[in-house]
Nanobody, 120 residues
């Protein structure tokens, strides 16, 4: 059993900042990549940022220069620092982890989502 638990969402004014956290727990052998996705009302879920166990990162063009993803491998935790937030960043943010529960047994896992609302 694997759980991803997100925290840090909320309501913020345009131009403000938020920091999301996601901790993975349970029967984990190894985690390769962790990341954040978001889904706005009426839209498909989209990638925000990912980070590998080696620290390689990938960002959506819409968040480059404003968001920073980081990771604490010892704590199986991924963070998303969001600065200069815009109303169009409003969405439910989901944590994702690509991990193995035993050697060779890989799967994708998702958190329950945390709401981020950017509004004045």
């Amino acid at each position: 059993q694997v759980q991803l638990v997100e925290s840090g969402g909320g309501l913020v004014k345009p131009g403000g900042s938020l920091r999301l956290s996601c901790a993975a727990s349970g029967s984990i052998f190894i985690i390769y990549a962790m990341g954040w996705y978001r889904q706005a009302p009426g839209k498909q879920r989209e990638l925000v940022a990912t980070i590998t166990s080696g620290g390689s990162t990938n960002y959506a063009d819409s968040v480059k220069g404003r968001f920073t993803i980081s990771r604490d491998n010892a704590k199986n935790t991924v963070y998303l620092q969001m600065n200069s937030l815009k109303p169009e960043d409003t969405a439910v943010y989901f944590c994702n982890a690509n991990l193995a529960t035993e050697p060779g047994r890989w799967a994708n896992y998702w958190g329950q989502g945390t709401q981020v609302t950017v509004s004045s």
